[in-house]
Every structure is written in structure tokens, then in C-alpha cells.
């Protein structure tokens, strides 16, 4: 009976490391996908939605993850959005951003010993966008390596080897421009970026400069929103004339065209 008893406990402790491992397994898709619904989960990860449901529940307790409204940008049909589940801060806590307290300290010492005010905006803004600068110089050669249509997405293989799990949509809707949107589910320095917004309006500078076109921000995680999501309009194509010829292109025009900084950072809604 006592070897009995063993076998069972050691079966019971097994079945709870199980357990754990596949709750593991549901909050990293999240992270990775950003918010989902308990279908999408169980589509992703071969399990049914009544076990993903299960799981939820117990991650949803342990303040993990927590149960939101889809949001729904542009038109929203007929019909209550699908609830989805999102990464609180505490379940993002677990992913890597050990070092936010540190990097918001440092921050706010360069802010306060250049003087505060305007002019320690200024000097975080300096920093942030020297940061940005340097993270990207990481990135250029696989984006101009990249066709014109495909850098986006060369853009967002880049962002997801440094750990921001990085993904692209394309957009074709009648009610607003045609484009890609690039989601970075994760952000290592959510916390620092939700005091300091300079760093999420220093990103979509570099966004637009590697890219090479302006880009807007429409959600970040820094302001609460489950993934950050910068909108890359689509070149427009060059007209043709009725033999199917491209007409000849306009006298190219000087322009910078730079990142929405205004709203960079920050929940539009």
C-alpha cells in the first residue's frame, strides 16, 4: 500500500508539471499572437477549446491573463466582438522585463539632471532615439536586402529575433487606405515606455526611416492595448496607359516624410 501511495503521488505530480507546462504553452501564444480567442488558441496549440477554456480559467486566477472585448478597427459588423484574452502586466512581467525599473530610473535621472521641464524631454528624447537608432542599424541590411513589398515583413522577422514578436497583416478595406499592419506582441520595456512615451515615438521614427515611408501608430502596449500595431500604408502603383504601359512617372517632389509623433505611443481611441 505505501509503494501504492508513492506511485500515485508521483502520478499526481507529474499530471500537475503537465498541466503547468501546457498553461505555459497557452500564455506564450498569447504573448506571441498577441490577444486571442480560446478557438484561435486551441487551433494553434492541437488542444480542444474546452481544454484551452480550462486553462484560461486558472491563468485568468493567477491575474496571467485576462479576458477583453476585441477590438475592431474600421467598421464593425453585425454581431458582439468575440472575447479574446490578453497578457495582463503581471503575466508580461514573466517575459524578460526584469529591467524595466532600472531602465525608468536612468530616465528619469537624465530628465532631472538636464533640467527638467522642456529641456529634459528634450534629453530623453535625445536618448531614446539614439537607442532606437542603434537597435536598428541591426535591421537595415535585412530590410534593404528585402523587395520593396516584402520589407515590412523583413521588418518584423528582425523585430522578433530581438524578442518583440513581431507580425504583419495586410490591409485591403474600403472604408480606409490599403497597407500592412506590423504588431509587435511583446515589448521588453512596456513598463519604461508607459512613463517615458518618447521611446515609442523614437521607434516609429526609425519605422518610417527604414521603411521608407511615413507610418502611423494606431495602439501600443505601453497604453494598455494588447499589441502594439503600426499601420504601413501600400505604395501607390504608377497608372498605366491603355496598351498596359506605365505612364511616365511625375517630377519626384522633396519631402520628408516622417512618423506620426503625436500619436506615437498613444491609444487613439
Known amino acids: 500500500m505505501k509503494y501504492v501511495g508513492g506511485a500515485a503521488q508521483g502520478a499526481a505530480e507529474e499530471q500537475t508539471t503537465g498541466e503547468r507546462r501546457t498553461r505555459n504553452r497557452v500564455a506564450r501564444s498569447i504573448l506571441d499572437h498577441g490577444p486571442s480567442t480560446a478557438a484561435d488558441l486551441a487551433q494553434r496549440l492541437g488542444l480542444t477549446q474546452a481544454a484551452v477554456r480550462r486553462h484560461l480559467d486558472a491563468l485568468v486566477a493567477e491575474n496571467v491573463v485576462e479576458p477583453r472585448e476585441r477590438r475592431v478597427y474600421g467598421q464593425r459588423g453585425r454581431g458582439r466582438p468575440a472575447r479574446v484574452f490578453a497578457l495582463t502586466d503581471c503575466g508580461r512581467d514573466a517575459f524578460d522585463q526584469a529591467y524595466d525599473a532600472l531602465a525608468a530610473d536612468a530616465l528619469r535621472w537624465i530628465a532631472e539632471t538636464a533640467g527638467g521641464g ?4 528634450a534629453a530623453v528624447s535625445a536618448f531614446a532615439r539614439a537607442r532606437v537608432a542603434a537597435q536598428a542599424e541591426r535591421y537595415r541590411a535585412a530590410v534593404e536586402a528585402a523587395a520593396p513589398e516584402d520589407r515590412t515583413r523583413a521588418l518584423a522577422r528582425a523585430l522578433s529575433a530581438d524578442g518583440y514578436a513581431a507580425t504583419t497583416t495586410t490591409t485591403n478595406s474600403d472604408s480606409g487606405p490599403a497597407g500592412e499592419q506590423l504588431c509587435q506582441h511583446h515589448c521588453p520595456v512596456a513598463h519604461t515606455a508607459e512613463q517615458f512615451p518618447e521611446l515609442c ?5 526609425v519605422f518610417s526611416r527604414l521603411l521608407g515611408t511615413h507610418v502611423q501608430r494606431l495602439a501600443t502596449i505601453a497604453h494598455g492595448d494588447g499589441v502594439c ?5 501600400r505604395a501607390p502603383q504608377a497608372p498605366q496607359n491603355p496598351q498596359g504601359q506605365a505612364a511616365p512617372a511625375a517630377a519626384p517632389q522633396t519631402h520628408t516624410d516622417q512618423a506620426t509623433a503625436r500619436t ?5 481611441a
Open 118 to 121: 522642456a529641456e529634459g524631454q
Open 264 to 268: 506615437s505611443g498613444r491609444n487613439p
Open 229 to 233: 500595431t503600426t499601420f504601413v500604408p
Open 201 to 205: 515615438e523614437a521607434e516609429a521614427e
